[in-house]
């Protein structure tokens, strides 16, 4: 994983970010009451584009859907106390047939490794009857498989559990944003100043970043910000 999200790595995946965020402005100015609905699309297109690079335009196909009831399993059961085996660890012991908490898991695993497997051996099928291989977590396993040593299963959980990191935790940072400007809205000013001076009509790129440091200020108070924060985005000048 740290070879895959190292710098260099990072730099090739930019192209993907740029056409998912073109697309999510589009999104947005069509349709602005969904954009709930807009972020969740963007944040899996991009991680399924670097992951397998496979195509969302809706956010409803099948393997979207698929992954992200995966996503919110995991919430589900990896919150403290889903389970009385979690305020009863002794309870571990019991039996399969007494601890329905184990027969679950068997089930939820078996249905998470099967969509991981397809999604990471899809991209081998491509692969091998010569269709265009985007760059992508998936293909740099296989051009690398032997230089891994992962078993096809083991590469499955590496890449799938990028999804269900970086899914919905993108999608809650842009609600957080969102949440933010609407309580501190003179910031969304300065920032959008700031855009018009560095980019005129164009959109952002990755080149602009640097001259962009209202932007980025704004962007990195709204990943520490939290809505009970005294000052919140009222102390932004100061970081």
């Given at each position: 994983?740290?070879?895959?999200?190292?710098?260099?790595?990072?730099?090739?995946?930019?192209?993907?970010?740029?056409?998912?965020?073109?697309?999510?402005?589009?999104?947005?100015?069509?349709?602005?009451?969904?954009?709930?609905?807009?972020?969740?699309?963007?944040?899996?297109?991009?991680?399924?584009r670097i992951g397998y690079a496979k195509r969302v335009e809706t956010g409803s196909e099948p393997y979207v859907r698929r992954i992200l009831e995966v996503v919110h399993t995991v919430e589900r059961v990896g919150s403290p106390?889903?389970?009385?085996?979690?305020?009863?660890?002794?309870?571990?012991?019991?039996?399969?047939?007494?601890?329905?908490?184990?027969?679950?898991?068997?089930?939820?695993?078996?249905?998470?490794?099967?969509?991981?497997?397809?999604?990471?051996?899809?991209?081998?099928?491509?692969?091998?009857?010569?269709?265009?291989?985007?760059?992508?977590?998936?293909?740099?396993?296989?051009?690398?498989?032997?230089?891994?040593?992962?078993?096809?299963?083991?590469?499955?959980?590496?890449?799938?559990?990028?999804?269900?990191?970086?899914?919905?935790?993108?999608?809650?940072?842009?609600?957080?944003?969102?949440?933010?400007?609407?309580?501190y809205p003179e910031w969304q000013s300065e920032g959008q100043q700031e855009v018009d001076r560095v980019c005129g009509d164009r959109i952002p790129d990755f080149d602009d970043i640097p001259n962009l440091a209202m932007c980025?200020?704004?962007?990195?108070?709204?990943?520490?910000?939290?809505?009970?924060?005294?000052?919140?985005?009222?102390?932004?000048?100061?970081?």
């Amino acid at each position: 994983m740290h070879h895959l999200t190292m710098t260099q790595m990072a730099i090739s995946y930019q192209p993907m970010q740029i056409l998912e965020s073109t697309k999510l402005l589009h999104d947005l100015i069509l349709s602005p009451s969904e954009y709930d609905r807009h972020f969740e699309r963007y944040s899996s297109g991009l991680i399924f584009r670097i992951g397998y690079a496979k195509r969302v335009e809706t956010g409803s196909e099948p393997y979207v859907r698929r992954i992200l009831e995966v996503v919110h399993t995991v919430e589900r059961v990896g919150s403290p106390g889903a389970y009385i085996v979690d305020t009863l660890p002794s309870l571990n012991y019991l039996p399969k047939f007494l601890a329905p908490w184990k027969t679950e898991g068997e089930k939820l695993h078996d249905r998470e490794i099967d969509l991981f497997r397809k999604l990471l051996t899809d991209v081998k099928k491509d692969m091998d009857q010569g269709k265009e291989a985007l760059p992508c977590f998936a293909r740099t396993f296989w051009e690398n498989e032997q230089e891994y040593g992962l078993s096809v299963d083991e590469a499955a959980y590496v890449i799938g559990t990028l999804f269900e990191a970086g899914s919905g935790t993108t999608a809650a940072a842009m609600m957080s944003f969102c949440l933010a400007m609407c309580l501190y809205p003179e910031w969304q000013s300065e920032g959008q100043q700031e855009v018009d001076r560095v980019c005129g009509d164009r959109i952002p790129d990755f080149d602009d970043i640097p001259n962009l440091a209202m932007c980025r200020a704004i962007i990195k108070e709204v990943a520490r910000w939290h809505p009970v924060t005294a000052g919140g985005l009222n102390d932004l000048r100061w970081h």
